[in-house]
């Protein structure tokens, strides 16, 4: 018997269409797509304006278990459901997130599914893709520039150099910019204050792109960012910097979703990055809105477990964008469900019926989670090689106990047709009409409370804990008008609690928030916990060191 291909190797083999003929699967005109190449296009504004008065398709948001070395497969999943939705005769598409380079050359690998549910092409949108991320980039650093130009020109809108909050962004895990005094130098170069970067998905740029409706609210946005305050404490916006006009030039093309295909030719958009556990980890609302017109089934993920991913996704993205999401499935693996049971990564591919029924506590605690946002549930458990049949029966009868049911799923060998049973049966779930979607806590709630209710109702914390100066500002900022905002937790992935070792389903621990930041122009407050960095570090041994062309000119080590 031969090796498995790699997820590389199969979708370097993929039967790709044009991308027009994509587009005409979903009626667009060939005239409303701007090629990238012959396998990729973005969709044209004034096509998107079009579909207003068009009926939304059902939506149905993939999310998951804690995210363990033992691998989960929430992108795959997406993948492989909506070749099945497709393969069971329904008119569908997904709608995912584009990959940021630092997890691609860090320790994550790439975001494009894997075996026979892939989108492609693979490599592209792993990489540089259609520029999004560049002209995002560059569209903060525009700003951090104009900042720093205003005040060297005599600083006419009395900026306090202690008080900026604007810091610089790329999209590269690089632990020692976090951090830094500059300029150095000389009068020359400026004045020198103490700033850092953040990895470009944890900018606010790209949350405001991934909110935005259109090009007139990108705009109105990006003016509404707070770059910092006076000695007063008058915030300082970027339009008063008249940066706005110039930043929206930049993410003009940006804006548009961009249009791929998945190995069975069935269209996905890809727009839009943000992560999960440093910001609202959803694609755009741009893209989600379109699809809905263009399908009568629309399936999106959020990323990382629903503890992050989902909770934004339903209390930020559909809060903000009138969405009414029809169901939801939570991806599982078995090896994750016996990790999260205490057995080692190196002992996974064993039976352990008993490591599993502990395990399962963290599906159960997600399920719980997802059904307090009025959302019907049903759990997909992905397929690998290892699993017995006990182990599946186990996951089936716990998902049982809890009143859901749970669906064996081999699309990563088999594509579509290792999907088809879970696609008839999201299909009945969304068209039971059981759905009522309601966020977590209202608008009006203080912005503490609002932590404070994520923290309670979803990890299960006991308390959080913030200095001082934290619970100020989250006063500082309702005093400013920002009093109805969501909330945004950064919070580690690999747990319900703030620390990662913690698997499973932790009670009673405490939640430090560290720091807070306002997104004013996106529309949401951040609340930093824990030890988690809005600037990744790179690993001991990252991927960028087995990542190569080879003799044929073909990439190797990317996924």
Known sequence: ?????????????????????????????????????????????????????????????????????????????????????????????????EPSLGPCFGV?????????????????????????????????????????????????????????????????????????????????????????????????????LCLASDLADLERRLGAIVVGYRRDKSAVFARD???????????????????????????AFVHGGPFANIAHGCN????????????????????????????????????????????????????????????????????????????CVNLGRHVENVQKFGVPVIVAINHFSSDSAAEVAAVQAYAASLGVEAVLCRHWAEGSRGTEELAQKVVALADSGVADFQPLYADDLPLLDKIETVAREIYRAGEVSADRSVREQLKSFEAEGYGHLPVCIAKTQYSFSSDPSLLGAPTGHVLPVREVRLSAGAGFVVAITGDIMT?????????????????????????
């Open 1 to 97: 018997m031969g090796s498995v291909p790699s997820d590389i190797e199969i979708a370097r083999k993929a039967a790709k269409k044009p991308i027009q003929e994509i587009g005409a699967v979903l009626q667009i005109p060939q005239q409303s797509l701007i090629p990238y190449g012959h396998d990729k296009a973005k969709i044209a504004a004034d096509f998107l304006a079009s579909l207003a008065d068009r009926p939304d398709g059902k939506l149905i948001l993939v999310t998951a278990i804690n995210p363990t070395p033992a691998g989960e497969g929430k992108t795959t999943t997406t993948v492989g459901l909506g070749d099945g939705l497709n393969r069971i005769g329904k008119r569908a598409m997904v709608c995912l997130r």
């Open 241 to 267: 910097l008249k940066a706005d006009g110039a930043m929206a030039v930049l993410l003009k093309d940006a804006m548009q979703p961009n249009l791929v295909q998945t190995l069975e030719n069935n269209p």
């Open 284 to 359: 755009s609302v741009v893209a989600t809105r379109a699809a809905l017109k263009l399908a009568d089934y629309v399936v999106t993920e959020a990323g990382f477990g629903a503890d992050l991913g989902a909770e934004k996704f339903f209390d930020i993205k559909c809060r903000k964008a009138g969405l009414k999401p029809a169901a939801a499935v939570i991806v599982a693996t078995i090896r994750a469900l016996k990790m999260n049971g205490g057995v080692a990564k190196a002992d996974l591919g064993l039976e352990n019926v008993e490591a599993l029924t502990l395990g």
């Open 108 to 208: 994550k690998g790439g975001a494009a599914g894997g075996g026979y549910a892939q989108i492609v092409p693979m490599e592209d949108i792993n990489l540089h893709f259609t520029g999004d991320f560049h002209a995002i980039t560059s569209a903060h650093n525009l700003l951090s520039a104009l900042i720093d130009n205003h005040i060297y020109w005599g600083n006419a809108l009395d900026l306090d150099l202690r008080r900026i909050t604007w810091r610089r962004v790329m999209d590269m895990n690089d632990r020692a910019l976090r951090q830094f005094v500059g300029p150095l130098g000389g009068v020359s170069n400026g004045f020198a204050r103490e700033t850092g970067f953040d990895i470009t998905v944890a900018s606010e740029i790209m949350a405001i």
């Open 535 to 559: 600037m990744p570090g790179l690993p001991r041994s990252p991927s960028a060191e087995r990542i190569v062309l080879n003799e044929a000119g073909y990439i190797e080590g990317l996924f």
